[in-house]
């Protein structure tokens, strides 16, 4: 229902044999979003930073609130709880058997914790922290993790310049070249010369009740 | 006026019981009982009383002796029931569409119950004019219909480190696959004007989870569908209702339910959801990002652990399901013994890109073990690897993209479990 939409929709019906294939025929379906409607939802952080709000947070700070919303399922240490995430620990594991993936040992960006916590935690109240609050907590998770001091207090000016761990531990995507030779003519006959059974089911009855 | 039938309606247990007693007892029977199955020798409740009348169930639910054809959970996967994920019982389906009823349901914070009305669907960032659709809005953009699988990434990733679960619905259920009615991402895209500047699109979900995933301006041009129907009725909650974004042939987890918004970037946002998860580490510790694309993957589902041979020898069917996210399913192959030697199974129809293949291998079984296989082949060429091919590659850590072949063991009394074979 939008003045300024229709308006658009208009000058996009010249724009349309000026610009090619962008300018596709328009519906004047939708409104326009408010400012405020925007800044309401478009809460999302990048890597660097764009999307962080002003605000800072300390180490001990940050412990009371983790103590209060978030201890009794990631742990006093955020060492988690359970079968709840574990936020800390877990250095040096990833080539290892089982690694064990946290923020500290796995995540390459800070600006993730930041945003996944302020967005979606604590479980069950997510978006209830204030800013300065998300910021306390990130440094005691970093703390949790040996990353950084107990004096630390993390804000929108240094949060891109923590590094993480795991920063250079991402590769896009190779599947096309390492596993280029999974495109192949499959054997029919004679594929292989014996057959044995390696392993058999850890777990046999995972179906609750088997109906006969 | 009602008619109904008033008798009590005998259990399937009494009637056979019954039955049984009556052909012992044929040399006393004072009554001549026909020679022959009383199934269709005695007259049965359901052909003389009357049936249930209409509206008994305004929407229908499967007969109860189908009631173990259920989605199911596997408690100690997860910490809880609200972030967690259960299975479709593929064993027991055929076909490929999945009932919307049993297709299997993963939620990172809860099914959240929007109500239709209260619907808003935004688009921001690098766009002309951000917009607000309401759902009405959607259903007057021209739509589409497709057919399209939604595998979760983690679907058999239970068995990266060996054989666990004993169930094709445990070990490869986290897969659906429905026909979706929606409206073209592009449509809206191109409503708001995207500028050139916008190389990707974050997609967001209105639960409290906020799963977001960002997605390439060229796959979000392609053939992305922001969907408001499957199978021709409404998204259930549990899978978006009243909109989801459909990502044909990429992992579930972008398939973003309740999508709330869509903002066009010029970078990936990096959200927790495409780095601390759905990334897959290799052997050496080091992580493969954007691993988008289901490879192609085919299970047997009859036989198999929860659906064993009830027959003897004879003629069998062998049925499973097949897909790829890179195409259409060109050919799936059987193996009865463990791989050494495969036939080729029929496809109940032509491949369709980004669907399930149906296939049948109808055989006559000897009443031997079977190690059974199947391997799926797309359109790309793209062969499905046995595990240890796998392995070689990236390790036991990935947890996500298990696409190696299953081996199911077919014992000589019908029934089966899984296992790996060298």
Redesign the interface.
Known sequence: MSKFHSITFASSIVALTLCGPLQAEKFGLGRAALPDEIAAWDLDVHPDGTGLPEGSGDVLTGEEVFAENCAWCHGDFAEGVDNWPKLAGGMGTLDHEDPLKTVGSYWPYLSTTWDYINRSMPFGNAQSLTPDEVYGIVAYILYSNDLVDEDFVLSRENLTQVEMPNANGFIIDDRKTTEAHFVTDPCMQDCKDKVEITMRARVLDVTPDTTE | MTFRFKGTRPSRRQFLAGAATAGAGAVTAATAKAAGDPLITEPLYWAQGLGEGVDATPYGLPIEYE??VVR?N?E?L??DT??SINFTPIHALDGTITPQGCAFERH??GAIDLPKEDYRL????LV???????YG?LE??PRENHVYFCECAANSGMEWA??????A??THGMIHNMEYTGVPLR?LL???????AGKWV?V?GAD???N?RSIPMEKALDDVLVAFKANGEALRMEHGYPVRLVVPGWEGNMWVKWL??I?V?D?P????EE??KY?D?L???????????M?AKSVITSPS??SPILHGPGPLVITGLAWSGRGAIKRV?VSK???????TARLAKPGERMALSRFYLDTQWDGEEM?LQS?A?DE??????TKT?LRD?RG??SIYHNNGIQTW?VKSDGKA??????
């Open positions: 009631s173990d199911r596997v100690w997860t910490a609200i972030s990172h914070s935004m688009i921001n960032g002309d004019t951000p917009l607000v659709f309401t809005d007057r953009f060996g054989a666990q679960l004993n169930g619905q445990f449509t191109e409503e708001a004007g995207y500028q050139t974050y967001e409290a989870s906020s977001g709330r918004r903002e970037s970078a946002v990096e959200s927790r780095t601390s990334t580490t052997a050496n510790g080091i992580s493969r990002k954007w691993t988008w694309e490879d652990p929860q192959d013994d463990g791989g050494k030697t495969w036939e190690l391997r082949m790309t060429g793209y062969v499905q690897p091919q590659v036991l850590n063991w479990e899984n296992v790996e074979v060298s």
